[in-house]
């Protein structure tokens, strides 16, 4: 079905879409005629493949349960997933290439948006975009809750391939909230664990010394009868909270104030509405710890040194967030991945080289919280890649010694780069995009701060 919609329509939608801009912007006589500075007539013509992306879409939890179910009962096929997935052009979890096509219609209505957000009513391009806007946003609308439910299936797939010691974690009633780094006070003082907070549970893990670097599982709280509560300043590390389960009880800190208010207000949140639905949202096959060690609540595995680079990973892994996370001392909502998906964004990008005046151009993709640096936009993978969650984006000061137009600035504590567009355009989307992708809902952003803070350190 992703065959179809692409290999079929695709292909000849891209070269229409790239001749009529060749001569949008002059670089063929076929712009003499006038009739070029349009692009709703080529949307509306292809529109005729809607369907196949509503069948896709309608279709799409069956193909990755498909895919999941072989996988545990072929291990050849297994085995052939995982092989792929070390290859440099699965440069994302697999799955994620799966659910590209189905966000596709969600793309192209709000690039529509945009431009008729530009247009005047009279323009010659106003009419088709405006009614291929108009039949888009029948399709999205009708399959937003569908693809909601396919997004949080994704996010709970990728939580069973990368945790050790759990199983049954993917439910149909099941919904992935936050996760993101914590420490937590054991016998040996505070250590470093990643935790995830699920609809129905709170899950600890600490990263193995496997291959892979899987988190493995220590322990698992149930919601239902949790409540948090402020640590007392004096009894604790700063930007410190209680978790109360049961007759479990972690003491857990926070990077900052920020990282801490944004986990107190989700387990608060996920409580109450456990508290108010009661016996609704209790699920019909809770998940099963797979050993007995990670009950104890003081075992400490010998992780790998919470500094290593990412990069040492295989590509795929290193990217998504938990990784990413878990290196950054860090967290990521469900809200904060639903806003990313919105912004993506492609384009020629100059960066600077570190130690020198020079700027190599590159084509930069931004999607899953990271840039991915490409010679072309015809290369197969990528050549690098940066996580930026954790990163500060900002416009150059004084000190930067940067004197082009069209710069912004990328910092994580003391890695800098800088990034030239090609317009003012191009760069105020770069700002936005990559700003807006990484906010919370409800809170500030994930990226550190913005450019009036950074210029006061």
């Not at 993101?180 to 709170?202: N, P």
């Not at 700002?431 to 550190?448: D, P």
Request: glycine content about 2%.
């Amino acid at each position: 079905m992703t065959c179809q919609i692409d290999n079929r329509n695709n292909r000849n939608f891209l070269k229409e879409i790239e001749q009529r801009l060749a001569m949008w912007e002059g670089k063929s006589n076929a712009h003499l005629n006038g009739d070029y500075q349009r692009i709703g007539d080529i949307m509306l013509n292809n529109l005729k493949v809607l369907q196949l992306y509503k069948n896709y879409i309608d279709h799409h939890e069956e193909i990755l349960m498909g895919f999941e179910n072989t996988m545990k009962q072929d291990k050849n096929f297994e085995q052939l997933l995982k092989d792929f997935e070390s290859q440099k052009v699965c440069y994302l979890p697999l799955y994620s290439f799966f659910l590209k096509p189905a966000q596709r219609l969600m793309h192209y209505q709000l690039i529509l948006e945009r431009l008729l957000a530009h247009y005047y009513a009279d323009h010659p391009d106003y009419k088709d975009c405006k009614s291929s806007l108009i039949k888009i946003a029948e399709v999205t609308s009708a399959s937003a809750d569908t693809m909601r439910s396919l997004e949080n299936l994704h996010k709970l797939l990728e939580l069973q391939r990368d945790l050790l010691g759990i199983d049954n974690l993917v439910q149909p009633a099941r919904e992935f909230i936050r996760e993101g780094c914590l420490q937590k006070l054991s016998r040996k003082g505070y250590q470093q664990r990643m935790f995830f907070l699920l609809s129905d549970m709170l899950v600890y893990t600490s990263r193995s010394a496997t291959p892979s670097q899987q988190f493995k599982v220590h322990g698992q709280l149930p919601l239902r009868n949790m409540y948090v509560e402020e640590t007392d300043p004096k009894m604790a590390v700063a930007n410190s909270f209680t978790i109360f389960s049961g007759n479990r009880c972690l003491l857990v800190a926070a990077s900052s104030q920020e990282e801490k208010d944004k986990w107190v207000e989700d387990l608060t949140d996920s409580i109450q509405l456990v508290r108010v639905k009661g016996d609704d949202i209790h699920l019909q096959k809770q998940p099963s710890l797979k050993s007995s060690t990670s009950s104890s609540e003081n075992i400490d595995v010998s992780d790998p040194a919470p500094s290593s680079p990412p990069e040492k990973q295989s590509q795929h892994r290193a990217n998504t967030t938990m990784h990413v996370c878990w290196h950054r001392n860090t967290s990521v909502s469900m809200k904060d991945h639903n806003t990313a998906i919105k912004n993506q964004l492609s384009g020629y990008l100059l960066r600077k080289f570190k130690n020198s005046n020079g700027w190599q151009k590159l084509w930069v993709v931004f999607t899953n919280f990271c840039l991915f640096f490409y010679k072309t936009f015809q290369d197969d993978f990528p050549l690098a890649s940066l996580p930026l969650l954790g990163y500060s984006v900002s416009t150059p000061s004084e000190v930067d010694d940067i004197h082009k137009d069209y710069v912004f600035k990328l910092q994580f504590k003391n890695h800098v780069y800088f990034f030239r567009a090609e317009s003012e355009y191009t760069f105020e989307r770069w700002i936005e995009v990559i700003n807006s992708a990484t906010s919370s809902a409800h809170r500030t952003r994930l990226f550190s701060r913005m450019e009036s803070e950074m210029e006061a350190r």
